[in-house]
């Protein structure tokens, strides 16, 4: 049986990768600040999990600016679905489902 992957097995990354998996592939992403809401991670945090993500392929970050904001979009990437997805499916056979 294949392994976790180490890259998603993380708390934070996980409940990253699940929300940003359970939007349609055409859809914008999530917002830095929703990300935040749903993991409760800190600022810091949550930009170095969006970093390790990115260097793994499984997100692509948008950073523009809204009414003179700042604004950072992540959405996940085919590859980031395919590697969550087969996570998933190492974690339901690990508990037997």
Known sequence: MPGPNETIHQ???????????ALPSRDEGLD?????????ATDGNL???IETL????????QKRFEERRPKTVVKATATGRKEFA???????????E
């Open 11 to 21: 708390p934070i990354r996980l409940r990253m990768m699940a929300a940003l998996t």
């Open 32 to 40: 830095f600040t929703r990300l935040k809401a749903l993991t409760g």
């Open 47 to 49: 930009g170095g999990h």
């Open 54 to 61: 990115e260097r793994a392929g499984y997100v692509e970050v």
């Open 86 to 96: 087969a996570h998933v499916a190492f974690l339901r056979e690990v508990i037997g």
